[in-house]
């Protein structure tokens, strides 16, 4: 035999180890591992961790073989790889049907079990006796099978397996929304069953999906058929919400050790590297000891502290855990192969001396202990000094993962292995710089009129669709239905890939279906969808919001393509002109830059040999129907349809369409108008804002119809004798029969949607009616008349109308809920105080979400749909500035739309409904400028844009907060005071459609005695302008700290360290009384001080105070109660301390010393629903007159007893 070199003799002996430490444990039959012979549950993950060390080794064996029982050797190592990656593809297959299910439901009883009979891969627990949904575990088995098959293993061994691995691609690729019981099986850490969106399993998901996309599971011999495919919005979506949580773990775990493994191997899922090395840097500082790593803050597993009888913990019992966690030496394994790895030889020495020291001995190997322990004993030392007793080993030994990671780690230390070799996907350099991304646009013009304008006015070339032939260009909806087939297999009874739209990232891809090109439109584009594309205005901002974000996440081969096609609506309504903002857009697009994206503008055949191509090779199988496919790549026809109420009111003699039921205005409220145009306010001088606008009540719009004016009409029709058939009917059908003959014979739009409102509610959606006496028609046809109407027209309130009786829903809008939730902000929809004010608490489907928008505005389907718009606008604000969101947790999407017409209210000077019908009417993109001038905090003013004015009525618009804007609002004002007949349509709004509703309206039919604006208030009796005017000069602008609170009342926003504060603050008192809810001090005991948790419960409480002024006050009486606390020399207060008792006394305080400085009654009267004085929602927080100050001594005074003579050199009296 032939003498062996010094590395074949160490890698025996590491082969001896890996035989007498893993392989031992290894089932002969199935091959899967258990962690001891007598309880036989194999678990997915842990498996996956223990083949590490048996994969390395056949590697090393291969690359150093010196005889050919080497080669034998090594051959024979990755036959135990591939039997056990093999057994646990059988032992999830066998679950398909799970898969099928939870593809849809995302709901834990239906997701794939975590563990496995070793010896029969059947189930070892039921679906509901154990938290099976463990996405990181599914995950990382994906990720190890694309790095195994890419070093050469044959794991996948037919279609039927490839079909099914394409569907555990589906099952993972919504980890980014999904809750899971994560990395210790835990979910929340009490472990009470609750799951969480946890940080570990989104980053394992995103490298599973990035590195097993268009691979071949067949390896160089496969075709194209076994081709995994991944699309590349997933992979993004999982980048952006891993890098916003990082590093936290999840809502009750503010850092985790298993984050190790996302941050380095085997995942790499992070590419920022200052958030790796913060990640590393928080485990740490916050979870490293003398013996390893604790998984998480107040870990109570195998501690000498918990009660092995039970699994749970009870609310307080954490507490109880903290600074005698146990430690795990698994997670130093991590941090020797980041070091091995990644160069950084410093830090992988350092660690391997220290697992040097803590491995066990036995019969001359050593092993990976799985955790070290506090001895009961000690655990009071060492909570005393944490660190400072000596630990003993406990749990399993050898612990598999650890063993083998460990010994993995060796075999790079010692340079039997590189990292690229377990590594051959090359997601280590996940790290490294990537080169500036360059969008390529191209616009097409639908027209070939639209060729001619671009080319006339900025002298640019474009093609028509024609032109671009033979590539195909469909829209985005298109390209998710070709994805349909993706995965399915009958066999199996899988279905293929949901139906999830693509965005931006899969539609800026050049396919390649069947030997056809096709290219597809943004779905942004599309408008079918919700009628925010109709706002060209908003397409643009859109448009640029996601050129950023497809810079920012583009990882595909080749330069992005992005086909904008001009259409019909983005001209002026004389149809002569492209609208501004298109132009402005596009010249920036041929300067190169557009909002800091680099765009090159061309052709397409200049684009296509660098662009992305992808191959849809699934599509190309015999399985796939051709005719199905043929139809789905069809591009869908235009429907025409006939507008029958255009036809019918065509047909009706100009005496009949008189309109009687619309709101009148006499010219006593002509003058009120003109006075309140010429007193539109400039923020300096405002009346009492809080009177003006009231928090409590629902809010509510005016209507466009006079109500008692229609129900006279209704009458007078019930009651006329030549309506024989009315006579005979009942009182419902009759009125609804009146109604509809009103609606027959009015050619008015705002009127016939007011109508259509009422008729639905009584009748609902499927009545069929007989305008003509012939045909009978669906209501739904009337609304989808009168939508388009309004959308020629641009008449937002109508449409908004329309949309809310069809139910028209934002596609994706989950997912601006998601971007929202997992970067720890919370969503409400409902109005404050009500019973359906509903808490989104986890990611949820488009459809459950859908359902609670519905139920949670169920008394006003117009808010309804407004709301949606506002969350797909908070959605887009947090991907593109976060910072707008700092230091806010929970957005309630009722009081932010009370705000925001709150708003209005204020510098309309105007009562609430008529704020609300203001906010109606706005586009969508006025609509999310209030919104943003909102959350920054910016002054703004509203204004009619007398350019775009048109026969159909002014637009609303609005202008920013400088004074060379203000100056322009004032000078709009004087020219709207001349012109008060074109500022409101008959509804009293701007924006309106007026008299033009189906039929054509001509600029002479305004009937200006149709205006309608509520009268200003009147002043208090005994008062005078001049005594108003000197209550409202106090050395500040008026109103400005009243509207400070209550906008970050109404966004919840709080001062830095806030929550943290409380919880310090808690653990000196035995609770906190706010607006008649207690915050116990006991939570400190179950709750960490950084935790997100803790947080959200001081927020539930805040969530019952309505106003959002007064919150605020609590909040900065909260603060002057933190900054008392935070003194050494106060110990505890021995009670529940009452916050709204303190606010009170304060605000008595304030109103004495207003009282003996001279202040006017008026000038301290009171808030009716918090008995606190409108003039002290008005104070700076600072100063000698500010809230701060009477707070301060509020507190001093009542809690004197409780406090030392001094407080921060401070004299409490």
């Known amino acids: 035999m032939r003498s ?524 079918r969808s919700f009628y925010v594309c109709l706002d060209t205005d908003m397409l643009i901002d859109m448009l640029v919001t996601e050129l950023q974000y497809l810079v920012s996440t583009w990882k595909s081969l080749g330069r992005p393509l992005l086909l904008v096609p001009v259409h019909r609506g983005m001209l002026t309504e004389d149809g002569n002109e492209f609208k501004p903002s298109l132009i402005t857009t596009v010249k920036k697009l041929q300067s190169g830059y557009l909002s800091g994206v680099r765009i090159v503008l061309g052709s397409l055949s200049k684009f296509l040999s660098t662009s992305c191509v992808t191959r849809l090779t699934f599509l190309d199988c015999e399985d796939v129907n051709s005719e199905e496919l043929r139809r789905k790549l069809t591009k869908p026809a235009s429907e025409l349809k006939s507008k029958r109420l255009r036809q019918l009111s065509e047909c009706v003699e ?180 009500t019973s359906q004010e509903i808490t989104i608490t986890r990611p949820v489907s488009d459809e459950e979400l859908h359902q609670m928008i519905s139920e949670a505005f169920s008394d006003d389907k117009e808010i309804s749909v407004l709301a949606q718009e506002i969350i797909m606008y908070l959605g887009m604000f947090i991907r593109s500035s976060p910072r707008l969101f700092n230091d806010l947790l929970r957005l309630r999407i009722g009081l932010i739309i009370q705000v925001m017409a709150s708003e209005l209210a204020l510098h309309f000077n105007c009562v609430g409904e008529v704020a609300t019908e203001y906010l109606m009417r706005l586009s969508p993109f006025e609509t999310k400028q209030v919104l943003f001038n909102i959350l920054s905090g910016k002054e703004f003013g509203m204004m009619r844009n007398v350019s775009r004015s048109t026969k159909y009525g002014g637009q609303l618009s609005v202008i920013g907060g400088s004074r060379r804007d203000r100056s322009l609002f004032d000078s709009i004002k004087i020219q709207l005071k001349h012109r008060s007949s074109g500022l409101l349509t008959p509804s009293g709004f701007p924006g309106g459609g007026g008299r033009g509703s189906i039929r054509n309206l001509s600029s002479s039919s305004f009937d200006t005695s149709e205006l309608l604006l509520a009268p200003p208030p009147s002043p208090k009796p005994g008062s005078t302008a001049i005594d108003v005017d000197k209550s409202q000069s106090s050395g500040h602008k008026r109103g400005l700290w009243l509207r400070r609170r209550r906008i970050d009342g109404a966004m919840n926003r709080v001062p830095q360290n806030f929550y943290s504060r409380i919880w310090h603050l808690l653990e000196k008192c035995n609770g906190l009384i706010i607006g008649g809810h207690t915050i116990p001090g006991y939570l400190t005991k179950e709750m960490t001080a950084e935790e997100l948790k803790f947080a959200l419960h001081v927020e539930n409480v805040f969530n019952h105070i309505p106003q959002p002024e007064y919150r605020q006050l609590l909040v900065e009486t909260l603060i002057v109660l933190a900054m008392i606390s935070d003194s050494t020399k106060v110990h505890f207060l021995p009670q529940n301390i009452d916050v709204s008792h303190l606010l009170d006394f304060g605000n008595n305080l304030f109103i004495e010393k207003e009282i003996s400085d001279g202040g006017s009654e008026l000038l301290l009267q009171r808030d009716t629903n918090t008995k606190i004085c409108l003039e002290f929602y008005d104070c700076a927080p600072s100063g000698p007159h500010g809230t701060m100050t009477f707070i301060s001594s509020a507190v001093a005074r009542s809690l004197a007893h409780l406090l030392p003579a001094t407080v921060n050199d401070c004299l409490v009296s």
């Open 4 to 527: 062996r070199s010094n590395s074949g003799v160490k890698l025996d002996n590491y082969a001896k180890l890996v035989q007498k430490s893993i392989l031992k444990f290894q089932d002969p039959v199935t091959g899967l591992f258990s962690a001891s012979k007598e309880q036989p549950h194999a678990w997915v993950r842990d498996n996956v961790y223990s083949i590490q060390a048996i994969w390395g080794l056949a590697l090393a064996y291969k690359k150093q073989a010196d005889l050919d029982e080497d080669k034998a050797k090594a051959y024979e190592l990755e036959q135990n790889v591939v039997k056990c990656m093999r057994s646990l593809l059988l032992c999830m297959i066998r679950q398909a049907h799970k898969v099928e299910l939870f593809k849809a439901s995302q709901l834990p009883k239906d997701s794939l079990h975590a563990k496995y009979c070793r010896r029969t891969l059947g189930c070892v627990v039921g679906d509901d006796e154990w938290g099976h949904l463990q996405l990181d575990a599914t995950g990382l088995y994906l990720l190890m099978l694309a790095q195994m098959t890419a070093s050469g293993l044959k794991i996948i061994y037919n279609l039927d397996e490839v079909a099914f691995v394409q569907n555990l691609v589906f099952y993972i690729s919504m980890a980014y929304r999904t809750p899971d019981y994560g990395i210790w099986e835990r979910g929340d850490k009490t472990n009470h069953g609750v799951p969480e969106l946890n940080a570990s399993s989104v980053g394992m998901c995103k490298a599973a999906l990035e590195a097993i996309d268009e691979l071949n599971l067949f390896g160089p011999a496969g075709g194209p058929q076994s081709v995994i495919h991944v699309t590349p919005d997933e992979k993004a979506l999982c980048k952006v919400i891993l890098e916003s949580m990082l590093p936290r773990e999840s809502t009750s775990k503010e850092i985790d050790a298993g984050l190790l493994s996302v941050i380095s191997y085997p995942a790499f899922a992070v590419s920022d590297p200052a958030l790796v090395e913060l990640t590393k840097k928080v485990i740490v500082e916050k979870l490293q000891g003398r013996y390893g790593c604790s998984r998480f803050l107040r870990d109570g597993y195998k501690t000498a502290c918990e009660d092995p009888s039970r699994l749970h913990y009870e609310a307080a019992e954490l507490k109880v855990f903290e600074n005698v966690e146990c430690e795990w030496p698994v997670f130093w394994t991590f941090f020797i192969l980041d070091g091995l790895i990644h160069k950084n030889r410093a830090q992988a020495d350092e660690y391997m001396e220290a697992l040097d020291e803590l491995l066990i001995h036995e019969d001359g190997l050593r092993y990976v202990p799985e955790l070290f322990t506090v001895p009961k004993d000690k655990v009071e030392a060492e909570k005393a000094n944490p660190h400072s007793q000596d630990r003993t080993p406990t749990g399993k030994l050898p612990h598999l993962w650890g063993q083998s990671l460990y010994i993995l780690g060796k075999l790079i230390w010692e340079g039997y292995l590189d990292p690229g070799e377990i590594d051959p996907l090359n997601r280590r350099f996940a790290t490294h710089p990537k080169p500036d991304i360059v969008v390529q646009v191209v616009l097409m013009a639908e027209e070939k009129l639209f060729q001619t304008m671009l080319k006339e006015k900025l002298d640019l070339d474009v093609e028509t669709e024609a032109e671009l032939a033979p590539i195909q260009v469909r829209p985005a909806r298109t390209l998710s239905e070709a994805y349909s087939s993706l995965g399915r297999n009958k066999k199996l009874k899988l279905s293929g890939r949901p139906d999830y739209q693509l965005g931006i990232l899969g539609t800026c891809k050049v396919y390649r279906i069947r030997g056809d090109t096709y290219l597809f439109t943004p779905k942004i584009m599309d408008q």
């Open 654 to 833: 100009d005496s009949e369409v008189k309109s009687s039921i619309s709101s009148p205005a006499t010219s006593e409220t002509k003058r009120q108008l003109s006075d309140t145009l010429t007193s539109l306010p400039n923020f300096k001088h405002k009346t009492n804002l809080t009177k003006k606008f009231d928090f409590g009540r629902k809010l509510t719009r005016q209507k466009s119809i006079d109500e008692s004016k229609l129900r006279q009409a209704v009458q007078e029709r019930k009651t006329n004798t030549e309506n024989v058939t009315l006579v005979n009917m009942s009182a419902l059908e009759a009125e609804s029969s009146a109604l509809l003959e009103i609606l027959r014979k009015t050619d008015r739009l705002y009127e016939q949607s007011e109508l259509l409102m009422k008729i639905c509610a009584e009748k609902g959606l499927d009545w069929k009616v007989k305008l003509d006496g012939k045909n009978e028609v669906k209501v739904t046809e009337l609304i989808e008349e009168i939508y388009n109407s309004a959308a020629d027209k641009l008449d937002w309130l109508v449409i908004r109308q329309m949309s809310s009786l069809t139910e028209k829903k934002v596609v994706g809008l989950s997912q601006s809920v998601t971007d929202l939730l997992v970067r720890q902000k919370q969503v409400t929809v409902g109005f404050p105080r």
